[in-house]
């Protein structure tokens, strides 16, 4: 039976004749670059996170650009981040000559652990920036001690309530695998200062203020039209989605209890974009589930601040180092059918 990671073939059966007649306005409307579109869905995302202030984006990646951009961060300035997440959390801070300070992360939720970035901090820090990896909710709190700007990374973590805590700027990502995924790149910058949000806009559009009168370098930073009304037709799915998701990992939970995994925990708000588990044996799992056509993945192989680019030394984050050594990811969409789901963990017990 084959379990793919994520079926967006099945998610566009229910909601394919929507899409089309959304993409086929906009097509014929002739506008493709920002407008209308654009506009609503920031609104209505402002509102479903309960911030003041939304900014499209051209991708997850550009929000987090924006937002850094937006927070002054430059050359001579750290960042305080996790050495467990995507390249581009820490990518977007090296891009703008700054240098990424890897923390390491909370065993039992991969979360940045508050402890480790506190012990980071500097005179040079600019600011920190947590994950809410795995669309579970960073303990984002204690961070505020450091009396620093806060920038959430919430690429993984759209529909969990209570982002942006404070004043804290949050970037999205719609990427077409995430919970709200468009069918190409998009993101989002939310928070509740409105002069930071509008420097954010400032910079998507080359830091033209009116057109053709630059204030500050920025780039080119707009969302499509295309995908913002993609994402406004997905939008009132999302909750369903998510809790389908949360269905899935609790019955993973059911049927895997007893197993030799360490299974992640559930709590309120968690928006489940990943089911990952700590596995004996972790790659001779994984080649066995491919055997029997069940995706998996690795997030992520290599920590951060391992990375080449980076030049860190191993054992210098031990926990950030076992986890990458032990994760895999199980399928848990919401299009994941019962008997797949059983599958999976029919397989997970085989193996062991």
């Known amino acids: 039976m084959r379990v793919p990671l994520l079926d ?52 997850g990646t550009d929000a987090l650009l924006a937002a850094l951009w937006a927070l002054d961060v430059g050359p001579g300035d750290e960042v305080v981040t996790t050495a467990m997440s995507f390249f581009a959390t820490a990518g977007c801070v090296a891009r703008l000559g700054a240098t990424p300070v890897f923390a390491d992360i909370d065993p ?15 005179p040079r820090t600019k600011a920190i920036l947590p994950v809410h990896l795995f669309g579970r909710m960073a303990d984002v709190a204690p961070l505020a001690a450091a009396n620093v700007p806060i920038l959430e990374d919430a690429a993984q973590a759209v529909g ?56 500050v370098v920025g780039a080119n930073l707009r969302m499509d039209t295309l995908q913002a009304a993609i994402l406004r037709v997905k939008r009132p799915h999302l909750a369903a989605w998510n809790a389908q998701r949360r269905a899935n990992a609790l019955r993973y939970h ?54 080449p680019c980076f030049g860190g030394k191993p054992g210098a984050l031990p926990e950030s180092e076992r986890a990458a050594n032990e994760v895999l990811a199980l399928p848990i969409h919401p299009d994941l059918a019962d008997d797949q789901l059983a599958f999976v963990a029919e397989s997970i017990r085989a193996f062991y």
Do not use: C
């Open 8 to 59: 967006l073939p099945r998610q566009y059966v229910a909601i394919g004749k929507d899409i089309e007649a959304a993409v086929q306005r906009v097509l014929a409307s002739g506008y493709y670059i920002m407008g209308e579109d654009v506009t609503a869905l920031e609104r209505e995302l402002a509102a479903d996170v309960g911030l003041a202030h939304a900014v499209g984006v051209s991708s």
């Open 254 to 307: 059911a049927l895997l209890a007893g197993a030799p995994l360490v299974l992640p925990g559930d709590v309120p708000g968690h928006a489940w974009h990943h089911f990952v588990v700590r596995a004996p044996r972790r790659d001779e799992l994984r080649a066995f589930l491919r055997e029997r056509e069940i995706e998996t993945e690795v997030y992520y192989p290599r920590p951060l601040h391992l990375q």
């Open 160 to 215: 969990v309530p209570g982002l942006g805590h404070g004043n804290n700027l949050v970037a999205l990502s719609f990427f077409p695998s995430k919970n709200l995924g468009a069918a190409g790149d998009a993101g989002m910058v939310l928070g509740s200062d409105g002069a930071l949000l509008d420097r954010v806009r400032l910079y998507r559009t080359h830091g033209a203020r009116p057109k053709y009168e630059h204030h």
């Open 108 to 122: 039992q939720t991969f979360n940045l652990d508050p402890t480790s970035a506190l012990a980071r901090v500097t």
